[in-house]
């Protein structure tokens, strides 16, 4: 299997153009037309990790963060990072990290695999990405407006929330003419034609753009499609930060604190008092998600679960929601299980295996 057929799959779940600013997720080292064997996943490619896949016979490591945030100057192997890329380079394996886009996608994300781990119900994005949607409004003769809209269906247009095959139809009459050296699906060269059209608005992720105008050209039957292209207001409730969802029943704060601790799999739990008895509305965040603590708040959450508080923020919560810091590391541990998940259930041709490296530099010592 070519990596670039791995990647390609990863970036439709999970799409470049989501990672934040200062991420670098993608390929980080390695050609996309290498053939892989072995995938090794893990959390952090750090040197270790890529010696462990030199000892497995792995030729591609997929990490959730990037071993390479900004640009390297020199390559002597004074740091880890200089080391872990260069150990790779000469051992030919591949680096690809799957990062903050991940973190911001619902379906298959970081979060929702938190969520997963903790039963819960009704999830959805806590803090939905904007400048995300794109709307496309484009005239079709009727008698080819039903194949044009299942193209844009078909090319990922059409889809709110969990509806799909959503668009707008109003018909209307067009009015061009066709001059000399065109070819007019109907009308005559150098006449002005009418024809009944209908105008079909139909709403799309911008990542989609390309594919979406290749369908609609593809499927429409006029020499010059005429179409326009807006970009949308709203936020895109498949993307964003962190996740809202319920307990499919309210707990006590110390048995949630139990749940947390046992599914997953922590050794302890930073938390302050709960702001009520029971919890049910849990808001949570993979990574450092300290920035969410007012989104969490406002939206309802009766708990805050994310990583990286420091003691001052542990006061910003004003009493109004129990916060609950669980580690960096061990909030993400399980991303390692869906990447691997993901890979295992799409691909046949190459064997995946996780890292048995705990690359963890918090210790706890109890
Ligand atoms: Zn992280």
Redesign the pocket.
Known sequence: MQLQSIIHFFEKIAPPSLQEGYDNAGLIVGNPEMEIKKALIC?DSIPEVVEEAILIGANLIVA??PIVFSGLKKFNGKTHVERAVMLAIKNDIAIYAI?TNL?NVLHNG?NQKIAEKLGLINCSILEPKGGQLQKLVVFCPDSHAEELRQALFNAGAGRIGNYDACSFNSHGDGSFRANTGAKPFVGEIGKKHWEPEIRIEIVFPKHLAGQVIKAMKAAHPYEEVAYDIYQLENTWQDAGSGLIGELPEALTTAEFLKLLKTNMQVPLVRHTPGAGEQIRRVALC???GSFLLNKAIASGADVFVS?DFKYHQFFENEGKIMIADIG??E??YF?VELLGNLLTENFRTFAVVFSGIDTNPIKYYC
Do not use: P
């Open positions: 959390l959730h963060h990062h973190d970081v993979g990574g450092s990583s960096h590391y909030g993400e991303t």
